[in-house]
């Protein structure tokens, strides 16, 4: 147990010392983040910016329809105290009131003004200037708060007290959107396609990465002949063990900072997007249960073993890295094969693929996370695919302590698949 | 208690297309230094990696220490130099250390007080230079065998295994490797190493045991094999002119067996049953200026040619030693 320790030790700390380690786990949340978060604010740009609040009305109906019209306008806004300036002019006065709202815009400290007149309480029109002027979510925002506030003027004009009044005019309309596609409803809900997107891929990255990581690995120490000093103090099986379990308490360790910094991150978005000038996204991030996320560690942790111990397998039986990567083909086209079904899982997470993929070792570690991410998986479909992943992982590992423990010691030219095949019967 | 280090039983180990060691039996007595001879590709590596327990034979026993082979309790007692060598490149010289202390049994404290001790010794840490802060890369290939050399014996081992540890070295660190070997049969551990340089062997070895194609030609003691092996040969030394004619009398059936030539010396092993007084008045009447002429012990090496010959080298097997 403490050879095995000194080895899950050395692969541990010799990679988490890396710059490359550090890299990836810093840039990864803000990758992670900028996929939803850049989603989320070009969705935000349909929606009205902070620049309607930032206006001038200037107010010649000499009514006060200007402030109740203000008050319209910033009534939906979350920033607090935020609401169009009213200035109160004369008709008479209204052509150098406009001149002087222009320059305040020129000067950029006013992102517009809106004029209002006797022609707009009798519903006729209204004229807005400004920079955002082209912004048709801004502009709607203000077109319909007008024409609330002219509503209200002439409700209360035909004598109904402010509360009746409120309670007619107050219709805070939530209205969310869903895209229709030829392959039906797109998915089921925005936030949870993402999320299962993001789990899919973080899974699919993951497992390349590091199961090319320790074929590097498997075959540094084999080319340098490490591995016959180390075989020579413990069994080849705590030796490959320890690799792979070294291996992926770097990957969890990633997989944890990576999620935990994204969560952060994701949670401090509203800040973030109205740093960028947009209010905050109406969706919350979906509920994961301590369960769930127990259950995506697991998966992960299980495709990452299936994976690593096959390519651990792979690098013990070549001699360079060139050699590898050709070697390892096999792998990545069953890797690649299944990042391709990501997006029709993502569609129909319900459908014959999307199950019967969740079943197969190969492809369950990615699968299964995903579905589990966007819809309701039924506990027996989750235990068969977890009992055939744990059977995959032990025939992966049985396979691959013995196509490793002769290869390490074979020098020269590439095996044959049939070599290979003689390998695995080979007592010791 | 037993009093060999390595017991091997009528060991075999086949390979899908060969026979890489033929029921072997070998004996390396406690505190002696043993040399495993042979050409490349005559199951050498095998062999070791055997008794490391790298591989297990196909039958046959193997005993280190009394114990067999594959008792996890020997691994400790074991040190190895692996025939190629190499470290984790990318890797800091003491976390290396460490670790290979580490797998075998030494811990803590005690792994970077011995690590300190040798990277001193070998001069690999001086006032001036902590080499052990580098990274293996950083450092010369003269150095990186002193590291590995370090690795193979910070746990202070009982039986040292090095195989063929002379090729590559400089003669400095080769000289190093002499006097430690030295220094661990005086400390009462045994030395087996591996190796086709016969100079190093006779000088070095207290036994020997050489084998081709898989199996033992011959083992014992150096002074006994010498013994056995021929009190025949002659050592021939010549001065100025004349050497042509002795080439011709050497060449004689009648007299000479093999003459191993060269150019002003010569170690001859004489025909079965021929005189070597004969000889010496062949030599004399063709008008050779003779420096010296005397009965010798053959050498090791002509033992090997002798016994192994060029036929003992098969091609393509170095892969499995």
């Keep these: 147990m403490a050879k095995l320790w000194a080895i899950i030790k050395r692969e541990y700390l010799e990679r988490v010392r890396s710059k490359w380690f550090l890299i990836a786990t810093f840039f990864g949340p803000i990758f992670f983040s900028a996929i939803i978060i850049v989603p989320a604010w070009l969705a935000s740009t349909s929606k009205a910016t902070t620049d309607v609040y930032n206006t001038t009305l200037l107010d010649a109906t000499s009514t006060g329809f200007g402030h109740r019209l203000a008050v319209n306008i910033a009534v939906d806004t979350t920033i607090p105290g935020r609401m169009p300036v009213v200035k109160v002019v004369a008709p008479s006065e209204l052509t150098q009131a406009e001149s002087l709202a222009t320059r305040e815009v020129m000067r950029k400290e006013k992102s517009g003004y809106l004029v209002v007149d006797q022609q707009t309480i009798a519903g006729e029109s209204a004229r807005y200037a400004g920079a955002n002027a082209t912004s048709i979510a801004d502009m709607t925002q203000i077109k319909s708060a007008i024409r609330q506030t002219i509503l209200a003027t002439r409700l209360q004009n035909v004598g109904l007290d402010d509360a009746k009044l409120k309670q007619i005019t107050f219709i805070p309309l939530d209205f969310s959107t869903e895209r229709i596609t030829e392959r039906g409803r797109a998915g089921s809900g925005m936030a949870s396609v993402l999320f299962g997107f993001a789990i899919g891929f973080l899974l699919y990255l993951s497992i390349v990465i590091y199961g090319q990581t320790i074929m590097s690995g498997v075959l540094e120490e084999k080319t340098t002949r490490v591995a016959e000093v180390v075989m020579s103090s413990v069994p080849t099986d705590t030796l490959l063990a320890g690799k792979v379990l070294g291996v992926g308490a770097v990957g969890l360790t990633q997989q944890i900072l990576w999620i935990a910094t994204t969560y952060v991150l994701l949670k401090l978005r509203a800040p973030i997007m109205a740093k960028l000038g947009a209010p905050t996204v109406n969706f919350s991030l979906p509920d994961i249960t301590l369960g769930a996320g127990v259950l995506f560690l697991l998966f992960f942790l299980l495709g990452f073993i299936f994976y690593s111990s096959l390519y651990a397998a792979v690098g013990s039986s070549v001699n360079s890295e060139s050699e590898a990567r050709q070697a390892a083909s096999p792998l990545m086209i069953m890797i690649v094969s299944t990042a391709v079904f990501i997006q029709p899982v993502l569609l129909n997470p319900t459908g014959t693929t999307a199950r019967v993929l969740s079943l197969i070792p190969i492809s369950s570690p990615i699968i299964m996370p995903i579905r589990m991410a966007v819809t309701g998986v039924p506990t027996l479909e989750m235990a068969a695919s977890l009992g055939f992943l744990v059977i995959g992982c032990a025939a992966a590992l049985w396979l691959a302590s013995r196509i490793y423990r002769v290869g390490f010691l074979m020098y020269g030219k590439r095996p044959t698949m049939k070599e290979m095949a003689r390998w695995v019967s080979y007592a010791r | ?321």
């Design chain 2, 1 to 321: 208690m037993t009093e060999y280090a390595i017991d091997i039983v009528n060991v075999t180990k086949r390979y899908a297309d060969h026979t890489a060691v033929r029921d072997l039996t070998l004996r390396v007595p406690k505190g002696s230094v043993y040399g495993l001879l042979g050409p490349n590709g005559a199951g050498k590596t095998t062999t070791i990696r055997m008794i490391l327990n790298i591989i297990a034979p196909d039958s046959g026993k193997i005993h280190i220490f009394g114990r067999p082979s594959n008792d996890p309790r020997i691994t400790e007692r074991l040190g190895y130099l692996p025939e190629e060598r190499g470290l984790y490149r990318k890797m800091q010289v003491r976390r290396v250390l460490k670790f290979l202390a580490e797998l075998k049994g030494v811990r803590g404290k005690d792994a970077d007080h011995r690590i300190d001790e040798w990277l001193v010794r070998l001069s690999l840490k001086t006032p001036e230079k902590d080499w052990g802060l580098s990274k293996i890369d950083e450092l010369s290939r003269g150095m990186q065998q002193k590291v590995q050399f370090i690795g193979t014996l910070l746990h202070d081992p009982d039986l040292v295994i090095l195989d063929e540890p002379f090729s590559g070295l400089d003669p400095i660190n080769s000289q190093a490797l002499k006097d430690t070997v030295v220094d661990l049969k005086h400390r009462g551990k045994t030395v087996i190493f591996s190796t086709h340089l016969m100079d190093n062997a006779e000088r070095l070895c207290d036994s020997v045991c050489i084998i081709a194609r898989g199996e033992k030609v011959l083992d014992g003691t150096v002074t006994s094999v010498k013994e056995e092996h021929g009190q025949r040969n002659i050592a021939l030394a010549l001065e100025g002119d004349g050497i042509s004619g002795v080439a011709a009398i050497l060449r004689d059936h009648s007299l000479v067996k093999r003459a191993d030539d060269s150019n002003r010396f010569f170690e001859i092993e004489m025909a079965p049953g021929a005189d070597p007084q004969a000889l010496l008045r062949r030599i004399v009447e063709s008008g050779a200026a003779v420096q010296r002429f005397e009965m010798i012990q053959p050498s090791l090496h002509q033992i090997f040619l002798q016994k192994v010959g060029a036929t003992g080298v098969e091609e393509g097997m170095t892969g499995h030693g």
